[in-house]
């Protein structure tokens, strides 16, 4: 899927042309349409329990979370590669935060209660920087395939989450954390806004930095990149390094959501952070592929979420039903491609 | 043949043999329990339901692909399978024969919207995963299914043979099972023309196509024979466990591709050999076996499988580089 | 000798393009026939509808000895004898020698493998041409030139009557180019008809009998190789004569801008001393194997020498990255364009400022979007780059083109040496006098230009100077304007 504009041919023109453009880029005004057009279907399913502040609300809460993760695929991906590890990452450094936080938080007040918490946010960033390391080091200059790569730290990372805790869940979190996670400023819940403070830097690194520039390059073809004078070994292992440090910061908003952190937590979220970046127009070969793109997709799979939420359909049908979107959205340009609609 | 052995000596099997020894010659002298034939016994059985899937597994990345939703796949044909087979009170002949077609039609899935739709067969095999899963889940409820027909739940057992602490051992369905689809993995493979295709699609796809091979053949055949082997699998691993749970079986695909993985296969394909997985899966058995019995907690074991992962990927890509000349030349 | 194969009035169209039209072709046993013409004359095409993956327009027809066709398929193709041996061999790296031989016979359908029987044909195919290779041995384990073996071996087991080599040559050392075209004179003798594809010729008109060339999708005729010789052929292929550019200047009051003192590298080249001055066209040629490209990777940072030292305005340089290279002011144009010079996927503007990315940063490190747009529509003018918008995929542009967009991507960073690595192939005819206009232009505003090429017309008529090389050595030193084609060919080839 490339974001260059050609023009679109067949029915979509005319539909085109008529609704306008959102920011002159194809995909996201499909994607456009696609959202206002299942928000019409669902309204007239399930009637007016869709349109409630309460249904705004709990897509409002649980966006934050996935988005962050999803911007942590979305890079590896644009690089040519594939961070499976996200999640136990995310899990990971949550079981860290929370650990110190519940440890040495009781009983401390003011300074010492504020430096405890900051300290356990450094160290689960720490333990991402190192995992995302590994990740990098391995990927980048050993030539590993990133599939194997992060298929290992994964099951690496998760077998640390369960050997520490054996399975059980760290809870008992304090109230600014909870803040964290479940409050609102000016109607804005506070995850939210961390995921602005974190997704419009991603957005504006990507678009408008060397570094953004030289992740798309690597993404289609990283040996010529590299005969370009680009140090591609680098820009991949800070790709890395940045996918799980995001993935900790996502892991730090599930800990404040769910006041408790656990080393299996979320983990049929990869399959959506996936479906999101291939949905938000993210070429899953790399090379391609716009934030303001992945957020709409997101916002469109949080409709679909609540929606069956609301319509009681069972999470595991909704699993099932991610899975048969991401192959429709992968199939559908090459469909195209062979039914000849685009070059 | 000496120059065969020398061929041999610098195989990565020869590796993994030489690992594994020293792993055995450890583990007799650091622990009591392991060298003894209850021990290993346990062992080959716990582990056949791996084994099948691997030998399976490694069919699909010789060909050049992946799969990562046959535990899925294992669970369905396990569930309608086991559900049948009380209802009408079927014999073993029908019962694999169920599993069987159950799982060849499930990865017949996979291989259309991979071959077909030209879909990474990551991507596919992760969504297959999940819409197999959760439409099994979400049909069935979750239920767990506890009784079996007596027959199967009495298994098999040839051969027995009863030792000095009266603890009997025989060939027992899971290794007997093991045991035929190892054989006709290696049989397919090398003996077959099909799995000569299969190694030449995985060695240069380009060409494959160029000579006339019909690829999509080749890739039902490939993305079927993992289904194949997921239904005997899950069958073997329900008279185990003498239970049918639709959610236990998800989640251990990586211990089948670390088996495959560190038996030499290569994600880019072309490599791997029957010997390899079996040598890859014993490796990894002597290690958790082995963990547990140094005492190391067994929460602690998917950490140590991720770390041979790891490190057996990285020596196999350092060694590729060695052998490489200077990447710049004409 | 009997006709094996006559084509009449193929013709091909490709959307807007037409590839081939109204070409009349005859092929006869125990003939070697060189099929010759530059990028986009139609020679891929012509050999598609041979081997059957492309039919011809009707009106054309195909005659295999003496059975008619209007067009065939892949299968009918092989079934009359035909075989083709790309230049990537299309061989299978995993399997054996053995099997890779064997492969069209005896590994279809479901049967159990015989392997006796790969094995009797794989013998049986290596006797017919004489070789002897272990039947067991991976074909990633063999050398290049072994590899051929195979694939050659593998047409004879389809009981090939005619054999089609694409650029056969290419990737052979001299020694290995005679131990080929000695096996065709045996093919010769068993009347199979062998067909070489190539821009290369000086080593197969000694084996050939004829000469056909094609330009612009039409024969331009057919000639008795006896008659023809390197010069006359480019002449034929580009249609235009060739002259020196470059008058007479002289250099010798110019600094020296790059010098190399006894250059090694340890099994690429060897003893590498030149200097290079402002403004001057170096141009390097040799034949394949003599380490050119090694050398100027070197030069550019990306194959570091082990011995030796290279001296850029004086200054000793000692590179551990290309990027090095590259703030020194030296740029190498690759060439490799389509998976090494360019990001076929990407836009043309990002392709064409991928180098000079930092330089371009600004307040907070941020790339401004007007500097970008400013930088990629300046280079888009000062080379007359034929685009319509530089957001498109740089695929979508023509061959020459592509060739702009990667030197444009090189000018951009203000180099004082500029490393070319035959930049002129997959360029049309028409389109190379723009590429030499450009580097001329470059040259004259004080650029050094080394010019590496295969083709010897290529170096004498752009260059003021020209190095042979010859297994990693400098062979020779010519004055372009004192010397002439059959002069480097003698020495190329000596």
């Known amino acids: 899927m490339s974001n260059a504009p050609h023009p679109p041919r067949g029915p979509d023109a005319a539909l085109m042309s008529l609704i306008g453009s959102l920011t002159g880029d194809v995909t996201n005004r499909r994607l456009a349409i696609l959202l206002v057009a299942l928000v019409a279907v669902f309204g007239l399913i399930i009637g007016e329990g869709f349109f409630t502040k309460a249904t705004v609300q709990s897509m409002a809460f649980q966006l934050p979370e996935l988005g962050i993760l999803s911007l942590a695929m979305m890079i590896t991906l644009i690089s040519g590669g594939l961070n499976l590890s996200i999640i136990s990452t995310a899990n990971l450094c949550a079981l860290a935060m929370a650990y110190i936080m519940t440890k040495m938080l009781p009983g401390t007040e003011g300074f010492a209660f504020v430096g405890w918490q900051i300290v356990a946010i450094a160290v689960g960033l720490l333990i991402a920087s190192i995992i995302g390391l590994v990740n990098g080091f391995i990927i980048a200059y050993l030539g590993v395939s990133p599939i194997l790569t992060t298929l290992g730290t994964m099951t690496m990372v998760k077998g640390i989450g369960i050997g520490m805790t054996r399975g059980n869940v760290i809870s008992g979190l304090p109230d600014s954390i909870v803040f964290l996670g479940n409050g609102t400023v000016v109607g804005i819940p506070t995850a939210m806004l961390v995921f602005a403070v974190v997704a419009i830097p991603m957005a504006i690194a990507l678009g408008r930095t060397p570094f953004g520039a030289a992740t798309y390059m690597i993404g289609s073809n990283e040996k010529a990149t590299q005969f370009s004078g680009i140090d591609t070994k680098r820009v991949i292992l800070r790709i890395y390094v940045i996918s799980s440090l995001l993935a900790a910061v996502a892991g730090l908003v599930m800990m404040a959501r769910f006041n408790s952190a656990n080393a299996s937590y979320a983990e049929s979220y990869l399959l959506v952070t996936i479906l999101a970046a291939v949905l938000g127009g993210v070429d899953p070969m790399g090379g391609f592929g716009k934030i303001a793109g992945v957020i709409l997709s997101l916002v469109i799979l949080q409709v679909i979420s609540s929606a069956f939420n609301l319509l009681n359909f069972s999470q595991f049908l909704t699993l099932a039903i991610w899975g048969a979107i991401l192959v429709g959205v992968t199939a559908v340009p090459n469909i195209r491609k062979r039914l000849g609609l685009i070059d | 043949m000496p120059e065969n052995f020398a061929r041999f000596r610098r195989s990565h099997e020869f590796w993994l043999l030489s690992v594994i020894l020293i792993l055995v010659v450890g583990l007799s002298v650091m622990t009591e329990g392991f060298l003894t034939l209850q021990n290993l016994f346990d062992l080959l059985t716990s582990y056949a339901f791996l084994g099948i899937l691997a030998s399976g597994l490694l069919v699909v990345l010789i060909s050049g692909g992946i799969d990562i939703s046959f535990t899925a796949t294992a669970s369905i044909a396990q569930y309608i399978t ?34 077909r739709l030209n879909i990474s067969s990551i991507i596919v095999s992760i969504a297959t995963l999940n819409i197999f899963y959760g439409l099994l889940v979400f049909i069935t409820g979750g239920k767990y299914i506890y009784s079996l027909p007596p027959w199967f739940s009495h298994g098999i057992y040839w051969f027995e043979y009863v030792d000095a602490d009266e603890i009997s051992y025989g060939i027992n369905l899971q290794i007997l099972a093991l045991a035929v689809m190892f054989t006709l993995t290696w049989l397919i493979l090398n003996r077959t023309n099909i799995g000569r295709q299969i190694y030449a699609l995985g060695g240069n796809r380009e060409a494959a196509q160029r000579l006339g091979f019909n690829v999509f053949r080749l890739n039902i055949l490939v993305y079927c024979y993992m289904g194949l082997t997921a239904g005997v699998a899950s069958l073997i691993q329900a008279q185990l466990a003498q239970s049918v749970a639709p959610t236990v079986l998800v989640g251990k695909e990586l211990d089948v591709l670390a088996a495959v993985v560190l038996g030499g296969a290569s994600l880019a394909g072309g490599v791997g050999t029957v010997f390899g997985t079996i040598l890859g899966l014993t490796l990894l058995a002597v290690m958790q076996n082995g963990l547990i019995l140094l005492g190391v907690s067994s929460y602690y074991s998917q950490f140590f499988v991720g770390l041979v992962i790891l490190l057996s990927v990285s020596a196999t890509a350092l060694s590729a580089r060695r052998k490489r000349k200077g990447v710049m030349t004409e | 000798m009997p006709t094996f194969l006559e084509l009449t009035h193929i013709s091909k169209r490709f959307g807007g393009v037409q590839a081939l039209a109204d070409v009349d072709l005859t092929l006869e046993s125990g003939e070697v026939h060189c099929l010759v013409g530059e990028n986009g004359s139609g020679k891929s095409t012509l050999i598609k509808i041979i081997s059957g993956v492309q039919p011809p327009e009707a009106g054309g027809k195909i005659i295999i000895e003496s059975r008619e066709y209007s067009h065939l398929n892949p299968v009918e193709s092989t079934r009359a004898g035909i075989q083709v041996i790309y230049q990537d061999l299309s061989l299978f790296p995993n399997l054996t020698v053995a099997e890779n031989i064997g492969v069209g016979q005896h590994l279809g359908g479901f049967h159990s493998v015989d392997w006796n029987a790969i094995r009797a044909t794989a013998k049986r195919a290596m006797e017919r041409i004489g070789v002897n290779l272990d039947l067991d041995v991976k074909v990633e384990d063999l050398s290049i030139a072994n590899r051929q073996l195979v694939a050659i071996c593998r047409a004879m087991a389809a009981d090939a009557k005619l054999v089609i080599m694409d650029e056969p040559t290419a990737s052979l050392t001299r020694h290995e180019v005679d131990a080929l075209l000695a096996l065709v004179r045996e093919l010769k003798k068993k009347g199979i008809c062998i067909v070489f594809v190539s821009h290369r010729l000086d080593e197969v008109l000694e084996v050939a009998e004829r000469v056909t060339v094609l330009r612009d999708g039409k024969k331009v005729g057919t000639y008795d190789a006896k008659e023809m010789n390197d010069h006359k052929l480019a002449v034929l292929m580009t249609g235009k004569e060739f002259h020196y550019d470059l008058a007479g200047i002289d250099l010798s009051a110019r600094k020296t801008v790059l010098s190399t003192r006894h250059l090694s590298r340890k099994g690429d080249y060897k003893d590498i001393s030149f200097d290079l001055r402002e403004g001057e066209i170096l141009g390097i040629t040799g034949l394949l194997g003599s380490g050119r490209t090694e050398l100027a990777l070197s030069l550019f940072g990306m194959n570091p020498p082990d011995g030796g030292e290279i001296h850029l305005n004086g200054k000793r340089l000692a590179l551990t990255s290309n990027r090095e290279a590259i703030d020194n002011g030296i740029a190498y144009v690759s060439e490799d364009r389509l998976t090494l010079g360019l990001v076929l996927e990407q836009s043309i503007a990002s392709n064409t400022i991928v180098t000079i990315l930092d330089k371009l940063k600004g307040f907070m490190g941020l790339i401004p979007q007007a500097a970008r747009q400013s930088t990629v529509d300046r280079w888009v003018k000062d080379l007359s780059i034929k685009v319509s918008n530089t957001n498109n995929p740089v695929k979508t542009l023509s061959g020459g083109n592509q060739q702009r967009v990667v030197l444009a991507k090189w000018m951009a960073t203000a180099p004082r040496v500029l490393i070319l690595d035959s930049p002129t192939v997959g360029v049309d005819i028409s389109a190379k006098d723009g590429i030499y206009e450009i580097v001329r232009g470059l040259a004259a505003k004080g650029v050094a230009v080394i010019l590496i090429s295969d083709e010897i017309p290529e170096v004498l008529y752009h260059s003021h100077r020209i190095l042979i090389m010859r297994n990693g050595r400098i062979t020779g030193e010519f004055e372009a304007h004192k010397s002439s084609e059959d002069v480097l060919r003698v020495a190329v080839n000596a």
């Open chain 2, 82 to 115: 086991m559900l049948l087979a009380n209802k009408y009170g079927l014999n073993w002949f029908i019962v694999f024969a169920i599993a069987s077609v159950v799982g060849i039609a499930l990865g017949a899935i996979n291989a259309v919207l991979i071959d």
